[in-house]
């Protein structure tokens, strides 16, 4: 589904974010990404929703070369896409349930199957309740879940959620990854940023590691931490 072909990204700072990436990521896998601060984690999945462009080598999603797209092409992509933003990134004037409404607007749903599914994964992240609030009216960990509404609204081909449970209580993470674990057995390829080293052990499935812009282990079934 994904395949990095030595991709390096520089940063027109200079910053050298990822540095000769190789990387296959099949249809329904459900990988960690993990590594320290400014690792390049998150410029990694920029780069498959082309957010940013590669400075040398290729990231082709489904056989395309991402940077090669269209623009009209680059919505589509989008919207095969589920992202959940490191920075939430929600609408302010739009409450909760306008918010996930949204990314089924602009994909041309009907009214009638907009007031049937945005209730349904509001639920599905446990903001029912909070359907007619405005983001800033919610805690941190409730307007990650909107983003995670939204990100999931569209039954995504691929769900790519940086650092989910950065601001979720242990019960609520562990809630949220049993969520992503029915997307995944539904058929959702699944990337996840994460630093909770809990929920990378126990859930044992593909670990990518990267430190200094480079792919250090790659393992499945492996822990957040090498085991040696
Ligand atoms: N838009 C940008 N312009 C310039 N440099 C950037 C930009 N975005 C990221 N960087 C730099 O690129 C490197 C990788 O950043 P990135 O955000 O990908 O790290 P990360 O692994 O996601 O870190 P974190 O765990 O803190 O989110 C860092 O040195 C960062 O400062
Ligand atoms: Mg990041």
């Given at each position: 589904m994904i395949r990095f072909y030595g991709v390096t990204k520089v940063y027109p700072?200079?910053?050298?974010?990822?540095?000769?990436i190789n990387l296959h990521i099949k249809k329904g896998e459900f990988l960690f990404l993990v590594g320290p601060s400014g690792a390049g984690k998150s410029t990694l999945t920029r780069l498959i929703f082309r957010e940013e462009l590669p400075t040398r080598g290729q990231v082709l999603f489904n056989g395309r070369n991402v940077a090669r797209m269209r623009s009209r092409e680059v919505p589509y992509l989008r919207r095969r896409i589920g992202m959940v933003f490191q920075d939430f990134r929600?609408?302010?004037?739009?409450t909760v349930f306008e918010n996930v409404a949204f990314a089924l607007e602009v994909t041309g749903a009907s009214s009638r199957d907009i007031k049937r599914r945005v209730p349904e994964v509001l639920k599905l992240v446990g903001l029912e309740d909070k359907?007619?609030?405005?983001?800033?009216?919610?805690s941190g960990g409730e307007q990650q879940r909107v983003g995670i509404a939204r990100a999931i609204v569209n039954n995504p081909v691929l769900l790519i959620a940086d650092e989910?449970?950065?601001?979720?209580?242990p019960e609520t993470s562990w809630g949220l990854m049993e969520l992503f674990q029915q997307i995944n057995k539904a058929g959702t390829t699944i990337i996840m940023i994460t630093h909770a080293r809990e929920i990378v052990d126990a859930m044992k499935k593909r670990v990518v590691a990267l430190e200094s812009g480079r792919i250090v282990r790659d393992e499945e079934g492996g822990g957040y931490s090498r085991e040696d």
């Open positions: 700072n200079g910053v050298k974010a990822l540095d000769n929600l609408l302010p004037q739009k359907a007619g609030m405005l983001p800033a009216h919610l989910p449970t950065g601001n979720l209580d």
